[in-house]
């Protein structure tokens, strides 16, 4: 898959990166924390981000379908 992505969502830049993975406080999993209600916290997988290089504008997908199979349960 190629580092860039379709054109940015707020400037229309067609310069957007995908970074592959996004390191928070949950190691180097990778894995991300979600607040998936009020209160509750899971852990819900693994996401990429597009990143636009002229704004800034930053999206995060999920990356892991069996995380998207999870949010449909919780």
Same mark, same amino acid.
């Given at each position: 898959?190629?580092?860039?992505?379709?054109?940015?969502?707020?400037?229309?830049?067609?310069?957007?990166?995908? *970074?592959? @993975?996004?390191?928070?406080?949950?190691?180097?999993?990778? !894995?991300?924390?979600? %607040? #998936?209600?009020?209160? +509750?916290?899971?852990?819900?997988?693994?996401?990429?981000?597009? *990143?636009? @290089?002229?704004?800034?504008?930053?999206?995060?997908?999920? !990356?892991?379908?069996? %995380? #998207?199979?999870?949010? +449909?349960?919780?």
């Amino acid at each position: 898959m190629p580092a860039t992505v379709r054109a940015c969502s707020v400037c229309g830049n067609e310069d957007v990166r995908r *970074v592959n @993975r996004v390191m928070t406080g949950g190691g180097m999993s990778g !894995a991300t924390f979600l %607040a #998936l209600r009020w209160g +509750q916290i899971s852990s819900v997988g693994r996401f990429e981000a597009h *990143v636009c @290089r002229k704004c800034g504008h930053t999206e995060l997908y999920l !990356a892991d379908t069996e %995380a #998207l199979e999870k949010l +449909q349960t919780e």
